[in-house]
């Protein structure tokens, strides 16, 4: 990034994650219109692609809004050139990454299939790109076709940090509905051994979907658990395995982060949903990383936008500090 990008406003110049070069799909190897992979070259530590997709919500939809809502809300985070000073430490976080935005998926709208195929080989490409690839939605129902794109990891963990399970059979004879991906995921990817579950609350709960992830021995963590004890929520966390890290911002308390379409109370606090990441990130090799279900038309104070791009930005430098 050249320096002439550093010194913009956060409301000037073009909208892109962090303020990070645009480079589109079709210039990393791939065409994330037509759904065609490529050969992509290495180079970029962190990758964003946006997933537009909010077509399979059961209540409130506009997270097809959230990959441009957060663009503009990262710029109050972009990243200067010797990277973010942690006053309580005296360093820099996040010094020297690479940070590339790669453009959105051109999603088919009401073709699901197409779509699915379009996100997961915008994802395959994007991981042969970047370190990290960092996936904004969109609904949870597209962390389906993108883990489809991990389907070479050879024991591959999933750590969800969400309100809701999402691991239904089926919702309205729906099965690839946002409360349905962990539970296609499971049934198409022999890789994808356990899955993690935490900040889980409410009252409206699928109980078949709770027993047959039980029975799979997918760990379930309440948020309830995690206000009791923070320490011991981290300890359940997976350990020196390859992690897909996806994060539901409806996993945070709807009193910080009402933008989202089915919010919960008594969620996260900020901070503990911070630490949950910053721990997986420092216990695991992390292959990718999701942050789903912003609606950020249902907050025009523009908070949960602004909130969801920091936590972003704080997740981005604990993977680089993990990185060593």
């Known amino acids: 990034?050249?320096?002439?990008?550093?010194?913009?406003?956060?409301?000037?110049?073009?909208?892109?994650?962090?303020?990070?070069?645009?480079?589109?799909?079709?210039?990393?190897?791939?065409?994330?219109?037509?759904?065609?992979?490529?050969?992509?070259?290495?180079?970029?530590?962190?990758?964003?692609?946006?997933?537009?997709?909010?077509?399979?919500?059961?209540?409130?939809?506009?997270?097809?809004?959230?990959?441009?809502?957060?663009?503009?809300?990262?710029?109050?985070?972009?990243?200067?050139?010797?990277?973010?000073?942690?006053?309580?430490?005296?360093?820099?976080?996040?010094?020297?990454?690479?940070?590339?935005?790669?453009?959105?998926?051109?999603?088919?709208?009401?073709?699901?299939?197409?779509?699915?195929?379009?996100?997961?080989?915008?994802?395959?490409?994007?991981?042969?790109?970047?370190?990290?690839?960092?996936?904004?939605?969109?609904?949870?129902?597209?962390?389906?076709?993108?883990?489809?794109?991990?389907?070479?990891?050879?024991?591959?963990?999933?750590?969800?940090?969400?309100?809701?399970?999402?691991?239904?059979?089926?919702?309205?004879?729906?099965?690839?509905?946002?409360?349905?991906?962990?539970?296609?995921?499971?049934?198409?990817?022999?890789g994808l051994k356990h899955i993690t579950v935490i900040g889980l609350r409410g009252v409206r709960a699928d109980a078949e979907a709770f027993r047959a992830a039980r029975v799979r021995g997918h760990k379930l963590v309440s948020a309830r658990a995690v206000r009791a004890g923070l320490a011991e929520a981290v300890e359940g966390l997976p350990r020196d395995v390859d992690v897909y890290l996806s994060v539901d911002v409806d996993a945070l308390d709807a009193a910080e982060l009402p933008g989202t379409g089915s919010p919960e109370p008594e969620g996260l606090t900020y901070g503990e949903l911070r630490d949950l990441v910053a721990a997986t990130f420092a216990r695991n090799r992390v292959v990718g990383m999701d942050l789903m279900e912003l609606a950020p038309e249902l907050d025009p104070t523009g908070r949960s936008a602004l909130l969801a791009a920091r936590l972003l930005a704080e997740a981005l430098a604990a993977w680089w500090r993990a990185r060593g």
Do not use: C
């Not at 939809?61 to 985070?77: E, Q, T």
């Not at 935005?101 to 970047?130: C, K, M, N, P």
């Open 1 to 190: 990034m050249s320096g002439a990008r550093h010194t913009e406003l956060p409301f000037t110049g073009p909208a892109t994650f962090f303020k990070a070069p645009f480079v589109p799909m079709v210039e990393l190897g791939g065409d994330a219109g037509s759904g065609r992979p490529g050969p992509a070259p290495v180079g970029y530590d962190v990758g964003l692609l946006g997933v537009p997709f909010d077509f399979a919500v059961g209540f409130r939809p506009g997270a097809r809004f959230a990959p441009a809502a957060l663009r503009a809300a990262s710029g109050r985070y972009v990243l200067p050139p010797e990277g973010f000073y942690d006053q309580e430490t005296d360093t820099f976080r996040l010094a020297g990454a690479r940070l590339v935005d790669a453009g959105d998926v051109d999603v088919a709208q009401l073709e699901t299939a197409v779509s699915h195929d379009r996100i997961t080989a915008a994802a395959r490409t994007l991981r042969a790109a970047a370190g990290l690839p960092v996936f904004v939605g969109g609904d949870h129902s597209v962390s389906f076709p993108l883990l489809r794109a991990f389907d070479d990891v050879r024991e591959l963990h999933v750590v969800q940090l969400d309100a809701h399970l999402d691991y239904s059979e089926a919702r309205n004879a729906t099965r690839y509905a946002n409360s349905s991906p962990f539970r296609r995921a499971v049934e198409a990817l022999p």
